[in-house]
């Protein structure tokens, strides 16, 4: 198990448990903690969400399909790659079945899954299948992201366990092993390199920068990487693996000590990642994450 600490002033303030799993050609090469975990992939699955759409339509750029990946932080750049989609869907905000976030404007294109959602739309557009209730299980959207889970995990369709994400659609559960052979899996997969061309473009458009799923893909040269709600993140890198990180506590804060300890333990060294400064509102450092 990872253990990383936030530290101030010398002083440990809180630890967060990590298990994390590496898996190449179907091979555990690397684990700390408990591979068997399971959990839901949330937002991780984002990239996996992908594939139906890429395999529906080719006139995706990179920014559109980046975003369709992405948990925004609804910066202008973000907001307008999903208003592309959405018109590439030939969709509006309204069609968009989502609820308001808090914290952000009401309108439902500023919260964070708005472009994965206006992908739907676009897969939608492109069958010729109805928008409406494109979130629910029974819809042929969900039924076609449940298909691409297992066929990049290598599981049967009905041995999944699913959910209802925080945005109102499908989420699925593996275990960390599985879903990390799904990561490593994903290039291989019909129009899995196409997403991971965009992914790797438009880092800025998938996620945040301080985000350890943006850190990673800035610092290591062929890496994709994707967070998701309740501490996960999944990866892969230029050679084929595919790695998982859970914090037990659900959290992300410890993300990014924890890859850089975990990678760095298969040669991929990553100093940025190492220990994350903790910044109080002045901009002052008071503290740090870190790796005990």
């Not at 440990?12 to 399971?38: C, I, K, L, M, N």
């Amino acid at each position: 198990m990872i253990v990383v600490e936030v530290r101030r002033n010398g002083v440990v303030e809180a630890r967060h448990r990590v298990h994390a799993v590496a898996v190449r050609e179907g091979e555990v090469v690397a684990s700390s903690g408990d591979p068997a975990h399971v959990c839901f992939m949330r937002s991780s699955s984002k990239p996996l969400q992908a594939l139906p759409l890429v395999r529906a339509r080719d006139d995706l750029p990179d920014d559109e399909l980046a975003v369709a990946c992405a948990s925004h932080r609804d910066m202008p750049e973000q907001v307008a790659a999903v208003r592309a989609l959405l018109a590439r869907a030939e969709a509006t905000e309204d069609d968009l079945e989502l609820g308001r976030q808090e914290g952000r404007p009401p309108e439902l294109i500023h919260n964070n899954c708005s472009g994965n959602h206006a992908g739907m739309l676009a897969l939608c557009q492109a069958r010729g299948w109805s928008t409406q209730g494109y979130r629910l299980p029974e819809h042929p959207v969900q039924q076609a992201c449940l298909e691409v889970h297992a066929e990049a995990a290598e599981v049967e369709p009905g041995a999944i366990a699913t959910g209802t994400d925080g945005c109102g659609i499908v989420t699925f559960a593996l275990t960390l092993e599985r879903m990390a052979h799904a990561f490593s899996r994903l290039e291989s997969l019909p129009g899995g390199s196409t997403v991971a061309t965009a992914m790797r473009a438009r880092p800025d458009l998938v996620g945040g920068p301080d985000g350890a799923d943006f850190l990673l893909m800035r610092a290591a040269a062929g890496w994709l990487a994707k967070g998701g709600a309740e501490g996960l993140l999944c990866a892969a890198g230029p050679d084929g693996m595919g790695v998982a990180l859970k914090s037990e506590d659900g959290t992300s804060r410890g993300h990014a000590p924890a890859l850089a300890v975990f990678l760095g333990g298969l040669g991929i060294e990553l100093p940025d990642l190492a220990v994350r400064p903790i910044l109080n509102t002045r901009g002052e450092r008071v503290g740090e994450v870190v790796t005990a």
